[in-house]
Nanobody, 119 residues
Framework: QVQLEESGGGLVQAGGSLRLSCAASGIIVSTNGMGWYRQAPGKQRELVAAMHNSGTTHYADSVKGRFTISRDSAKRTVYLQMNSLKPEDTAVYYC?????????????WGQGTQVTVSS
């Protein structure tokens, strides 16, 4: 069974920092892109940051210059360093990974971790 386990969410004041981690476990043949999405109350889930195996990164405009995505491929772990947090960053953050399991590529999701930024 494949799992994505997130950690690192919490409550922080505006201007503060948090680091999210997401580790993939299970019988995984290979990984492709990994990234982070978020969903605020009453809003659609949106891409925050993603990293391809090539190292290419993509960030939502709203987090550019404040958030940094990184990966440890050997550990199948992706991180999201979030600095200069704003109240509008408050959301449930979900890890996403494109994984080869058995002979099929598919997208997998973590259970989500709450990030709350107080003003």
């Amino acid at each position: 069974q494949v799992q994505l386990e997130e950690s690192g969410g919490g409550l922080v004041q505006a201007g503060g920092s948090l680091r999210l981690s997401c580790a993939a476990s299970g019988i995984i043949v290979s990984t492709n892109g990994m990234g982070w999405y978020r969903q605020a109350p009453g809003k659609q889930r949106e891409l925050v940051a993603a990293m391809h195996n090539s190292g290419t990164t993509h960030y939502a405009d709203s987090v550019k210059g404040r958030f940094t995505i990184s990966r440890d491929s050997a550990k199948r772990t992706v991180y999201l360093q979030m600095n200069s947090l704003k109240p509008e960053d408050t959301a449930v953050y979900y890890c996403n990974a494109n994984l080869l399991v058995s002979s099929k590529w598919d997208n997998y999701w973590g259970q989500g971790t709450q990030v709350t930024v107080s003003s």
